[in-house]
């Protein structure tokens, strides 16, 4: 099993949609979750940390669900500049690194 | 914030030629930086972890003779790819945690990574 794992994708959606990725991690005693955003050809930055208590930032919100090892993220009302690929990211046990699943790829058209 | 510098951000090489990637990082101490690999639709891969005045901890499968790293500094971690190969054409990102504060996503800061290509 994939250290995280998510669906590659890719999400086309239209301008204004809302969209949900997921993301799974194997290890359960990793302690700090991200997501991050990458476009193409670029290096990644991030987007925000997740929280058990869930958190949102404007249009975008995390969830953590460590029971099931399952990490969320919602966009709403989904922009243009939106399109990029979603890592979902999971620092090791030592909290040393990051372990970085493959993304997400969105894509929002017009 | 914190501010890391990578370069070169491409380069091209022959192969069997050995190509010198550098990383630092601006505005703040490093002792820790983490060497990443990413292929094509792949995921970033994590290489090496370089400490600062001490050897690198390579990742299974890494060859650490291949891939000559060096942290001299708080500032400053150099990843060497030696005797290089079609292969080793990847995008190289270097990531620096601030020395200070808890190992949270803002601690982690990225360079603007490195295309390289062997021909």
Request: with cysteine; net charge positive; charged share 15%.
């Amino acid at each position: 099993r994939k250290e995280v794992e998510q669906d590659p994708g890719p999400f086309n959606v239209p301008e204004g949609a809302t969209v949900a990725f997921n993301c799974t991690y194997s290890n359960s005693a990793s302690q700090s979750f991200f997501w991050y955003r990458q476009d193409c050809r670029k290096e990644p930055k991030l987007l925000m940390s997740v929280y058990s208590s869930g958190n949102e930032d404007g249009r975008f919100t995390a969830q953590l669900n460590r029971a099931s090892q399952y990490i969320s993220l919602l966009i709403r009302d989904s922009k243009l500049s939106d399109s990029a690929t979603y890592l979902c990211v999971v620092a090791n046990q030592a909290g040393t690194a990051l372990i970085f699943g493959k993304g997400t790829t969105l894509s929002v058209s017009s | 914030g914190a501010v890391v510098s990578q370069h070169p951000s491409r380069v091209i090489c022959k192969s069997g030629t050995s190509v010198k990637i550098e990383c630092r990082s601006l505005d703040f101490q490093a002792t820790t930086m983490f060497w990443y690999r990413q292929f094509p639709k792949q995921s970033l891969m994590l290489m090496a972890t370089s400490n600062e005045g001490s050897k690198a901890t390579y990742e299974q499968g890494v060859e650490k003779d291949k891939f000559l790293i060096n942290h001299a500094s708080l500032t400053l971690s150099t990843l060497t790819v030696t005797s290089a190969h079609p292969e080793d054409s990847s995008f190289y990102i270097c990531s620096a945690r601030a020395q200070t504060g808890p190992s949270t996503g803002y601690g982690y800061t990225f360079g603007s990574g490195t295309r390289l290509t062997v021909v």
